[in-house]
């Protein structure tokens, strides 16, 4: 049944797709209403797929952009939440995840070349001392890093998906370090972070406090928080994510001299604890990517997002930016 509804799906992307260049589904496009928040990560020069499927070049999202503003209305995270929406068209919100300084190099020329708005999540890591986020270490690590190691006393090795998987559990070493505090995500970099950082900067490098504090400055920006060390929230005892944020808050604050309102949860991961927390802590807006419990919908201070796909074409990515999945 899987090979049958993805043999299904990719039917009705090649039809959209052919349908796009007759000029049929233009209509389509035109005559939704609604609206969408959606998310993106990095944005490199080549090769997105490098790493990981977080990624779009950035000719891509130049032409993604160029479509947004044929046909859609795009508004700030603000204007989403104040539901200020276009009647005539439909309505997107652009947002991007993790900090990347790859977010500073290629998407901001982007948007104000455009005059588009975008709401960027970054961590605290740089006032913790990293320029790298564990998860994108790990990920690296995948293609240059050993085929086997010992981490904490037990054997890794590295499986066909470039994974590190438990050579006695089976379990992949991701997985478990995002139930970990940040201290054994730190002796995992130590252990496997040695690749050639200069040649794939564009993949991981995180921004510098003087670039977040730049892009701040742009009045195409908002500036919101992804958590102090992109650790999982959702599997944090609550006594200590309140600090985390807060810290993370108050960084973020400190560097852009602006109120940060916002908290994206990362790996759309949360508990109803945690997000109490959030509020306490001064955050009005919530954004997940998913609601994971059945109250969300009516919390006024939630939304979810729809992650950019990056191996559809542009003009299913507008089907799905109106529809909310990628059937």
């Given at each position: 049944?899987?090979?049958?509804?993805?043999i299904i799906n990719k039917?009705?992307?090649?039809?959209?797709?052919?349908?796009?260049?007759?000029?049929?589904?233009?209509?389509?496009?035109?005559?939704?209403?609604?609206?969408?928040?959606?998310?993106?990560?990095?944005?490199?020069?080549?090769?997105?797929?490098?790493?990981?499927?977080?990624?779009?070049?950035?000719?891509?999202?130049?032409d993604q952009l160029k479509?947004?503003?044929?046909?859609?209305?795009?508004?700030?995270?603000?204007?989403?939440?104040?539901?200020?929406?276009?009647?005539?068209?439909?309505?997107?919100?652009?947002?991007?995840?993790?900090?990347?300084?790859?977010?500073?190099?290629?998407?901001?020329?982007?948007?104000?070349?455009?005059?588009?708005?975008?709401?960027?999540?970054?961590?605290?890591?740089?006032?913790?001392?990293?320029?790298?986020?564990?998860?994108?270490?790990?990920?690296?690590?995948?293609?240059?890093?050993?085929?086997?190691?010992?981490?904490?006393?037990?054997?890794?090795?590295?499986?066909?998906?470039?994974?590190?998987?438990?050579?006695?559990?089976?379990?992949?070493?991701?997985?478990?370090?995002?139930?970990?505090?940040?201290?054994?995500?730190?002796?995992?970099?130590?252990?496997?972070?040695?690749?050639?950082?200069?040649?794939?900067?564009?993949?991981?490098?995180?921004?510098?406090?003087?670039?977040?504090?730049?892009?701040?400055?742009?009045?195409?920006?908002?500036?919101?928080?992804?958590?102090?060390?992109?650790?999982?929230?959702?599997?944090?005892?609550?006594?200590?994510?309140?600090?985390?944020?807060?810290?993370?808050?108050?960084?973020?604050?400190?560097?852009?001299?602006?109120?940060?309102?916002?908290?994206?949860?990362?790996?759309?991961?949360?508990?109803?604890?945690?997000?109490?927390?959030?509020?306490?802590?001064?955050?009005?807006?919530?954004?997940?990517?998913?609601?994971?419990?059945?109250?969300?919908?009516?919390?006024?201070?939630?939304?979810?997002?729809?992650?950019?796909?990056?191996?559809?074409?542009?003009?299913?990515?507008?089907?799905?930016?109106?529809?909310?999945?990628?059937?």
């Amino acid at each position: 049944m899987p090979a049958l509804i993805t043999i299904i799906n990719k039917f009705s992307r090649t039809r959209r797709d052919i349908g796009w260049k007759l000029g049929l589904n233009q209509s389509y496009v035109k005559q939704a209403r609604g609206a969408r928040i959606l998310i993106y990560h990095g944005v490199c020069v080549d090769d997105p797929f490098r790493f990981n499927s977080l990624f779009v070049n950035r000719r891509a999202f130049e032409d993604q952009l160029k479509l947004y503003k044929q046909y859609f209305n795009i508004v700030s995270l603000d204007d989403f939440y104040h539901q200020r929406f276009s009647k005539d068209r439909y309505n997107i919100c652009l947002t991007f995840d993790d900090g990347f300084a790859n977010n500073y190099r290629h998407v901001l020329p982007l948007l104000e070349l455009y005059q588009v708005h975008a709401s960027f999540f970054i961590t605290a890591i740089r006032d913790a001392g990293f320029d790298i986020l564990w998860n994108d270490c790990l990920s690296i690590a995948g293609k240059y890093g050993p085929r086997k190691f010992i981490f904490k006393g037990e054997e890794f090795k590295k499986n066909r998906y470039r994974k590190y998987v438990s050579a006695s559990s089976g379990r992949q070493l991701g997985n478990i370090l995002l139930s970990t505090g940040f201290e054994d995500k730190v002796e995992m970099m130590d252990l496997l972070g040695s690749f050639n950082k200069n040649a794939d900067a564009d993949y991981w490098l995180q921004m510098t406090v003087e670039q977040v504090k730049a892009l701040s400055a742009s009045k195409w920006v908002t500036i919101g928080n992804h958590s102090y060390y992109h650790n999982d929230l959702g599997k944090m005892p609550v006594s200590l994510v309140g600090e985390d944020i807060s810290r993370s808050k108050q960084f973020l604050e400190n560097v852009t001299g602006k109120e940060v309102k916002a908290l994206a949860f990362p790996y759309g991961s949360y508990t109803r604890e945690a997000a109490e927390e959030a509020k306490k802590a001064g955050f009005t807006q919530l954004l997940a990517t998913e609601f994971l419990f059945p109250e969300d919908t009516n919390d006024a201070t939630f939304r979810e997002r729809l992650t950019i796909n990056p191996f559809i074409s542009n003009t299913n990515q507008l089907h799905a930016n109106i529809t909310g999945h990628y059937k």
